[in-house]
C-alpha cells in the first residue's frame, strides 16, 4: 500500500544548528513533493515544491532534495531559529493521483 | 496570508445538533478541500470539490456532507454530531493545475467538540 513516513519522533536542536528532517514514501511514483509548516491550532503553510527532475531546491534558509531512487527527500532548516519550531509535513501527489496525500509530519523545536 | 477564512474557530455542541462549518475564500480558486486531523496525526482528507456543483468523497469516510454552490463557498454539513465528530476540520482551496503543480491553501482550522 501507498505510505508516506516522517521522522516519528520529535526533533530537538539548539539554536544556530541544522535540522533535517525526512520524508520517506513507498508504493508513489510523485509527480512532485511539497513541504508545508504547521503551528499549533492552525492550517498547515506552504513552504516548498520540488518537482520530480529536480535535486535540489532552496528558499533563503530552507534547503528541499529529492531523491526518487531512495524515494526519500530531506529538509533542511539552515541556522535554525526558536521561530522555526513548528510541526513540518511533506506531501506528495502522484503523476496519476488526483490529490495531494500528505505524512504526519515531524514536530520540531528549536531550543535558544 | 491565504484569503481563505474559516467559521467558527472553536465550536462545543451537544450530541444530536446539526451543524455546519462554514470555509469561504476570495482567491478564486477551482478547488476545495475539507481535512479532518485530530492532534499529533496526520490530515485525512474527508471531502473535495473541483468547481460549483461537483463534490466527492475522500479517503476517509465521513458522515458529514458538503455543497458547492458558489465558487468562494464550501461549507460542511453534520447532521447529527456525535462525540466521534470530535476533531480538528481544516479547509483548503488550490487552482487549476500550472504545468502539473498544485499548492493549498488552508485555512485556520475549525476545533470541534462534541459532548
Known amino acids: 500500500s501507498q505510505k508516506i513516513e516522517q521522522n516519528s519522533e520529535a526533533l530537538n536542536i539548539q539554536e544556530g544548528k541544522t535540522a533535517t528532517l525526512t520524508c520517506n514514501y513507498t508504493n508513489y511514483s510523485p509527480a512532485y513533493l511539497q513541504w508545508y509548516r504547521q503551528d499549533p491550532g492552525r492550517g498547515p503553510v506552504f513552504l516548498l515544491l520540488i518537482r520530480e527532475n529536480e535535486k535540489e531546491k532552496r528558499k533563503e534558509r530552507l534547503k528541499v532534495t529529492f531523491d526518487t531512487t531512495l524515494k526519500q527527500s530531506l529538509f533542511h532548516i539552515t541556522a535554525s531559529q526558536p521561530a522555526d519550531s513548528a510541526t513540518y509535513l511533506c506531501a506528495l501527489r502522484s503523476g496519476s493521483a488526483r490529490q495531494l496525500t500528505f505524512g504526519s509530519g515531524t514536530q520540531l523545536t528549536v531550543l535558544p | 496570508e491565504a484569503d481563505i477564512y474559516q467559521t467558527p474557530r472553536y465550536l462545543v455542541i451537544g450530541t444530536g445538533k446539526k451543524i455546519t462549518l462554514e470555509c469561504s475564500q476570495t482567491m478564486g480558486h477551482d478547488k476545495m478541500y475539507w481535512y479532518q486531523q485530530d492532534p499529533g496525526m496526520e490530515l485525512h482528507l474527508i471531502h473535495y470539490?473541483?468547481?460549483?456543483?461537483?463534490?466527492e468523497k475522500g479517503d476517509l469516510s465521513s458522515e458529514s456532507t458538503v455543497s458547492r454552490i458558489r465558487t468562494e463557498h464550501f461549507p460542511l454539513t453534520l447532521e447529527s454530531a456525535r462525540p466521534s465528530h470530535t476533531s480538528q476540520y481544516l479547509c483548503?482551496?488550490?487552482?487549476?493545475?500550472?504545468?502539473?503543480?498544485?499548492?493549498?491553501?488552508f485555512g485556520p482550522g475549525t476545533r470541534l467538540l462534541v459532548l
Open positions: 470539490s473541483y468547481g460549483v456543483n461537483s463534490t
Open positions: 483548503a482551496s488550490s487552482s487549476d493545475f500550472r504545468g502539473g503543480q498544485e499548492t493549498q491553501y
